[in-house]
């Protein structure tokens, strides 16, 4: 008689075999019995019964365990040794007390273990030091995407085009054989540089191991702390250039000479690589940059028009003769014009290594999509990775909300400040305006003081007396200083007019911030965030079913 998911029972004795079935069992036993109140069953062939239906959920062709409902086929039943499989209630209620009793931390652990001694055998410490040294590990995170009515921690996820949306955030580790050793979740704004130390600690405490030597890490980490802190560690990190981070091949040092790197069908060289130097500036410490090496390929199938560094209405017609350029001429022929001056793409890889050979630096690096990458897509996403399995929350800060008020009250604050020193300077443009007044009404007071002395002696027909030149030359300083006031006080006027319009642009723009200040307490949503322990609790349950 043909009985369905027979084939299964492979899957089962590899389950057995290489103790996962044993490690998970033994690991949710001894949190059932250090917190008897959490109705998680005590005997553990129930718990392994559980773990089985949850651990071939995918195989029967169900993504969560809500599909329990309908299902009416006996592979589960098989696989767990029952006559029917377990009702939708009863497994689920086992997930939600694993949740409960925070089993994740234990099965994160236990799994760790499990991955170290399932795929890096025991060896005589000697050879397991070089082999750890020798070894590379490649990190990235993986997003996939929550649908809520409520506002959830937010992030990009790539599959979807890049749209903003509520998500969960994954961070996987894999060997340099593409062998998955752990995946931890958080919420879904958290950036890869705050996960992949988090996720290299957990690992390390839990498989006993000094620390893992080499990474590889998405372009995501391209941070000059972030790669300190990791070097500081004493790790090597290899990585990739964000494009904003350099220009072209001067913004390198050292560069050595071109070798092929890869060729095409024909056996033509498509991609060339060289050694260099880079200096990655650090925002914290300026004038200690991290100086990194880089295996620099340079890629002939993509190539990136150069800037052109002449105006375009000269370079349009640079290519023609003297004779050929006078266009406004009937005669004229148009010819084409000559093709853009163009580039070869750089892909710059980088690690943090004191020294590295260029074509094994990129050789590692480019393993990434073969190691990690497609072992997300073909095995791990097919396994049900991207479902969501709790939607529990809790209120919590709303960090978008968070970013923009930080935003907006720097930006009341500096406006605030313009507006105070354009009024600082008005009131002393002000006080100045008065003082030079009084200045002027004194001299012209003195002027027709002098005036009527000169008109006195010239009426009584004492031009020729010695003191009327010095009386003359007093007036003509007072009417010099009366000139030279007003002068100064039309300055100011115009500096005070010039003063006021700044002050007045302060003054609407800080308006107009205080209104989208108001606007963003009127729309302002709660962010609630995730409970993400039922997620990794399937998460780590959903990945070790292929062997």
């Given at each position: 008689?043909?009985?369905?998911?027979?084939?299964s029972?492979?899957l089962?004795?590899?389950?057995?075999?290489?103790?996962?079935?044993?490690?998970?069992?033994?690991t949710?036993?001894?949190?059932?019995?250090?917190?008897?109140?959490s109705?998680?069953?005590?005997?553990?062939a129930?718990?392994?019964?559980?773990?089985?239906?949850?651990?071939?959920?995918?195989?029967?062709?169900?993504?969560?365990?809500?599909?329990?409902?309908t299902?009416?086929?006996t592979?589960?039943?098989?696989?767990?040794?029952?006559?029917?499989?377990?009702?939708?209630?009863?497994?689920?209620?086992?997930?939600?007390?694993?949740?409960?009793?925070?089993?994740?931390?234990?099965?994160?652990?236990?799994?760790?273990?499990?991955?170290?001694?399932?795929?890096?055998?025991?060896?005589?410490q000697?050879?397991?030091?070089?082999?750890?040294?020798?070894?590379?590990?490649?990190?990235?995170?993986?997003?996939?995407?929550?649908?809520?009515?409520v506002?959830v921690?937010?992030?990009?996820?790539?599959?979807?085009?890049?749209?903003?949306?509520?998500?969960?955030?994954?961070?996987?580790?894999?060997?340099?054989?593409?062998?998955?050793?752990?995946?931890?979740?958080?919420?879904?704004?958290?950036?890869?540089?705050?996960?992949?130390?988090?996720?290299?600690?957990?690992?390390?405490?839990?498989?006993?191991?000094?620390?893992?030597?080499?990474?590889?890490?998405?372009?995501?980490g391209?941070?000059?702390?972030?790669?300190?802190?990791?070097?500081?560690e004493?790790?090597?990190?290899?990585?990739?250039?964000?494009?904003?981070?350099?220009?072209?091949?001067g913004?390198?040092?050292?560069?050595?000479?071109?070798?092929?790197?890869?060729?095409?069908?024909?056996?033509?060289?498509?991609?060339?690589?060289?050694?260099?130097?880079?200096?990655?500036?650090?925002p914290?410490?300026?004038?200690?940059?991290?100086?990194?090496?880089?295996?620099?390929?340079?890629?002939?199938?993509?190539?990136?028009?150069?800037?052109?560094?002449t105006?375009?209405?000269?370079?349009?017609?640079?290519?023609?003769?003297?004779?050929?350029?006078?266009?406004w001429?009937?005669?004229?022929?148009?010819?084409?014009?000559?093709?853009?001056?163009?580039?070869?793409?750089?892909?710059?890889?980088?690690?943090?290594?004191?020294?590295?050979?260029?074509?094994e630096?990129?050789?590692?690096?480019?393993?990434?999509?073969?190691?990690?990458?497609?072992?997300?897509?073909?095995?791990?996403?097919?396994?049900?990775?991207?479902?969501?399995?709790?939607?529990a929350?809790?209120?919590v800060?709303?960090?978008?909300?968070?970013?923009?008020?930080?935003?907006?009250?720097k930006?009341?604050?500096?406006?605030?400040?313009?507006?105070a020193?354009?009024?600082?300077?008005?009131?002393?443009?002000?006080?100045?305006?008065?003082?030079?007044?009084?200045?002027?009404v004194?001299?012209?007071?003195?002027q027709?003081?002098?005036?009527?002395?000169?008109?006195?002696?010239?009426?009584?027909?004492?031009?020729?007396?010695?003191?009327?030149?010095?009386?003359?030359?007093?007036?003509?300083?007072?009417?010099?200083?009366?000139?030279?006031?007003?002068?100064l006080?039309?300055?100011?006027?115009?500096?005070?007019?010039?003063?006021?319009n700044?002050?007045?642009?302060?003054?609407?723009?800080?308006?107009?911030?205080?209104?989208?200040?108001?606007?963003?307490?009127?729309?302002?949503?709660e962010?609630?965030?995730?409970?993400?322990?039922?997620?990794?609790?399937?998460?780590?349950?959903?990945?070790?079913?292929?062997?």
């Amino acid at each position: 008689m043909w009985q369905e998911g027979i084939g299964s029972l492979l899957l089962l004795v590899a389950a057995h075999q290489t103790g996962f079935l044993a490690t998970l069992g033994t690991t949710i036993q001894r949190v059932a019995t250090a917190a008897p109140s959490s109705g998680l069953p005590l005997n553990l062939a129930v718990i392994e019964r559980l773990l089985l239906t949850l651990l071939f959920l995918p195989v029967a062709g169900l993504a969560r365990t809500w599909d329990l409902r309908t299902y009416t086929g006996t592979l589960l039943a098989l696989v767990t040794g029952r006559g029917c499989a377990y009702s939708y209630a009863y497994v689920e209620q086992f997930l939600a007390r694993l949740a409960h009793a925070q089993a994740d931390d234990g099965l994160t652990d236990a799994v760790a273990q499990w991955t170290w001694a399932l795929w890096h055998d025991k060896q005589p410490q000697q050879e397991e030091e070089q082999e750890e040294q020798k070894a590379v590990f490649y990190v990235d995170g993986h997003r996939k995407a929550v649908y809520s009515d409520v506002l959830v921690p937010r992030g990009p996820v790539g599959k979807l085009g890049g749209k903003i949306l509520g998500c969960r955030e994954l961070v996987v580790l894999h060997d340099q054989e593409g062998h998955p050793l752990l995946a931890t979740t958080h919420r879904g704004d958290q950036h890869l540089t705050i996960g992949v130390p988090q996720l290299l600690q957990r690992y390390e405490q839990a498989t006993d191991i000094a620390h893992l030597d080499c990474l590889v890490v998405d372009r995501e980490g391209m941070a000059a702390e972030f790669l300190f802190q990791l070097h500081s560690e004493g790790r090597r990190v290899v990585t990739l250039l964000r494009s904003n981070q350099y220009e072209d091949e001067g913004s390198f040092t050292e560069v050595g000479e071109w070798l092929p790197w890869r060729a095409d069908r024909e056996g033509s060289v498509v991609c060339e690589v060289a050694a260099a130097r880079f200096e990655l500036p650090r925002p914290t410490q300026p004038n200690q940059p991290l100086v990194v090496r880089v295996a620099l390929l340079r890629d002939w199938r993509k190539l990136i028009v150069c800037e052109a560094e002449t105006d375009e209405s000269e370079r349009w017609k640079a290519d023609l003769a003297p004779e050929q350029q006078q266009f406004w001429e009937p005669e004229w022929q148009a010819t084409p014009a000559p093709p853009a001056p163009t580039r070869p793409k750089l892909i710059p890889v980088v690690t943090t290594a004191l020294e590295a050979n260029a074509m094994e630096l990129a050789h590692t690096y480019f393993r990434r999509w073969t190691c990690q990458e497609n072992a997300i897509r073909d095995w791990l996403i097919p396994l049900n990775l991207d479902t969501n399995h709790g939607y529990a929350k809790e209120p919590v800060v709303n960090s978008e909300l968070v970013k923009r008020r930080a935003i907006l009250e720097k930006r009341v604050a500096h406006l605030h400040r313009l507006a105070a020193q354009s009024r600082k300077r008005l009131r002393q443009m002000g006080e100045c305006n008065q003082v030079r007044e009084q200045q002027i009404v004194s001299w012209e007071q003195r002027q027709q003081e002098l005036l009527a002395q000169v008109s006195a002696l010239e009426a009584a027909g004492q031009s020729a007396e010695p003191g009327l030149l010095a009386i003359k030359a007093q007036q003509l300083e007072a009417e010099w200083e009366v000139h030279h006031r007003r002068v100064l006080l039309e300055a100011t006027n115009v500096a005070g007019k010039r003063e006021l319009n700044h002050c007045e642009r302060s003054c609407r723009a800080l308006r107009h911030v205080l209104r989208q200040q108001e606007e963003l307490r009127t729309y302002e949503r709660e962010m609630q965030e995730l409970d993400n322990t039922k997620d990794q609790i399937m998460t780590l349950l959903s990945r070790p079913t292929y062997f």
